[in-house]
């Protein structure tokens, strides 16, 4: 039997969690990485912050949030390297990851503007290698 299509999903937040549900009737076979097991709902940090909410109260498990979703898998690990042309993404914890399609997720925080073009712009050039 052939193999579904690989969708990899990096970063279990608003982005990944959205495109993970939205595949939910696609032929695929998704695995969303995330390095929490949880995803977090930032805009009520701040009620956190101030007491009005426990931090439970605003994240979830990302395998139960994912729970019912049959084409879906949740692993825990951190993305440090991502190889375009093998179609690979290498963990922390030096495991690799095959896909077929990627999806990253995973924010990224810009404190310098010209830190952060560097970057993107360093990214971008290894992605479309
Ligand atoms: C206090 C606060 C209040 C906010 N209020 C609002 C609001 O009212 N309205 C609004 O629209 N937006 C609000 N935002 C912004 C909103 O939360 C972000 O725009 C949104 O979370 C971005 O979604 P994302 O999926 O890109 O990133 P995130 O939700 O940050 O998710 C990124 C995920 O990637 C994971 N990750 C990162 N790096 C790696 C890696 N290398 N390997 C594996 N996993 C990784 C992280 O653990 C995280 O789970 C607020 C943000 C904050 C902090």
Redesign the pocket.
Known sequence: MPQKHRVLI?????????AAQKLKRAPVEITL????NF????????QVATGSLSPGEISAPLRSVLSKQKNAQVLL????DIDPDAKEVT?RDGASVAYDSLIV???RRCYRAGACRRARGNRLRNAQK
Not at 33 to 36: K, L, Q
Not at 39 to 46: E, G, K, T
């Open positions: 990096l970063g279990g937040g608003f982005g990944g969690l959205n990485i995330d390095r929490r995803h977090l709902f930032q805009p009520l940090l701040y690990g951190e993305a440090v963990l997720a995973t924010r």
